[in-house]
């Protein structure tokens, strides 16, 4: 007996659903785990843990924090760059903090929970905070002394041209004492929570300050990279640490640089990306060579 057109395209459908499924579903993915726990792929496979005297310590793949209990770095340690997953390097919460150039005035709410800080002033703080911890200029263009965005609201009489009104250095809140004292011949107010003065009409003003136009911290000290869960810093940033770390563990700073540069990977296939320091394998090998004071 002949099966109706319709029924036999049907099962012909449900056939191909079927086959496909065993193979792409079971077949291919079990290939691919079979082939990554062949020797020399292993351990790649399995995320590249790194394990001390029988301990996971992390993976050579993910970044992770150097600090202590209250969140600040510990000194004998190479700092990793900043991190926005979740809390940090938290592999679960992979994301940038996407906030871009445009991000130059911080949210400065009557509740403090529900202030935000821009792009700009995240880094001039961390730009400040890693100078002090390495004992070099961490001054860069259009921040304050005080490590936030060196920006104003500039009110004038007609909008957007006329005589200066109202100056506001818009990430200062009060009481904090305005980074510059006057702008065009008139007083520099600290904000005010709660107030927007963008939304009130002030124009974004920048001011670029006397920081060097090469700042001594690089920029992966102060940005976090777009998954959150580097492992690599630059060998500038590494450089730019080593001295404090000899000096935390009494060892001798040419020493130390011998150690990031054994720790120190080439671009991809020799031409994609930069050379990156791995941070957790580079803090181990001195553990190993160099005890902590």
């Known amino acids: 007996m002949r099966l109706p057109t319709w029924i036999a395209q049907h099962l012909a459908a449900l056939r191909a659903v079927l086959v496909f499924t065993v193979l792409l579903g079971l077949v291919y993915p079990l290939a691919l785990v079979a082939l990554g726990q062949l020797p020399g792929l292993n351990h790649k496979a399995d995320g590249s843990l790194i394990t001390v005297g029988g301990d996971t310590v992390g993976s050579a793949l993910i970044g992770q924090s150097f600090t202590d209990a209250d969140g600040n770095p510990v ?4 700092q990793s760059r900043p991190s926005a997953a979740g809390d940090g390097y938290d592999p679960t919460s992979t994301s940038a903090s996407n906030l871009g150039p445009e991000s130059v005035v911080d949210t400065i709410a ?3 929970e529900e202030s935000s800080e821009s792009l700009l002033t995240q880094v001039c703080g961390r730009s400040k905070s890693v100078g002090e911890l390495n004992g070099v200029d961490g001054r860069r263009p259009y921040c304050t002394d005080d490590g936030v965005g060196a920006v ?5 009489a007609d909008g957007l041209t006329g005589p200066v009104t109202r100056v506001v250095s818009v990430n200062q809140a009060a009481p904090a004492t305005p980074f510059v004292t006057e702008y065009e ?3 520099v107010e600290p ?3 709660g107030e927007d003065y963008v939304a009130a009409g002030g124009v974004v003003t920048p001011i670029r300050g006397d920081a060097p ?4 911290v690089p920029a992966d000290a102060v940005t976090a990279s777009g998954s959150g869960l580097d492992p690599q810093i630059s060998p ?5 640490q080593v001295n404090r770390v000899a000096r935390e563990r009494g060892a001798d700073p040419a020493a130390v640089r011998k150690l990031v540069k054994e720790h120190t990977d080439g671009r991809g296939l020799g031409f994609m990306g930069a050379p990156g320091v791995n941070v957790l394998e ?5 553990d190993k060579q160099f005890a902590a004071r």
Do not use: C, H, M, S
Request: glycine letters at 4%; charged letters at 15%; hydrophobic letters at 55%.
């Open 236 to 240: 500038a940033y590494a450089e730019l």
């Open 110 to 112: 009557t509740d403090p």
């Open 191 to 193: 904000a005010q929570p």
């Open 185 to 187: 011949g008139v007083a």
């Open 152 to 156: 104003l609201a500039v009110f004038r």
């Open 282 to 286: 580079l803090n181990i090998a001195l």
């Open 75 to 78: 000194a004998r340690y190479f």
């Open 213 to 216: 136009a090469e700042p001594a």
